[in-house]
């Protein structure tokens, strides 16, 4: 990933220091890159940030009333997307966007499981999408997408120091 899409990334998200926020990192630790948003919420559980953080694992719908009940003024979602980009690639994807992509590996869509959220609290959804290299059931996370998390987690840090 270059330093010019992490600095867009940064960009996109700097908004957001100071504001209540909620990291959720969905995906599978047995499917290599399928890792990266558990991943994500795992480094950033020793740093010490001001946003809330839940490892939603591979049950993304598990989480839908702690975060209601949470209400946070953002929601930042964090999973393994392939949207035909170089391995490592972070994006930022907008909800209508979410309708095109299909993730075999949970059983509720990105976009329901938003929807259901947005239909009982009002926050702003960030959902991000980092290119997976493979995701076959006991292969390691790649090169690319560990450099991905260090980079996003870095992002995190940086928006949400500790209050």
Known sequence: MSHSECQD?????????????LIVGIGNTFKGDDALGPLVCEELSGAKISADVIDAGVVPENYIQPIIKRAPKNLIIIDAVDFSAEPGTIKIFNTEQLNSIAISTHSVSPRLFIDMICS??????????????????GSPVSEQVKNAITELSGIFIKIFPPV
């Open 9 to 21: 990334i940064f960009e996109i998200l700097k908004p957001l220091t100071g504001s209540s926020a």
């Open 120 to 137: 009982n609290i009002d926050t702003q959804v960030y959902f991000i999408g980092i290119q997976p290299d493979h995701t076959q059931l």
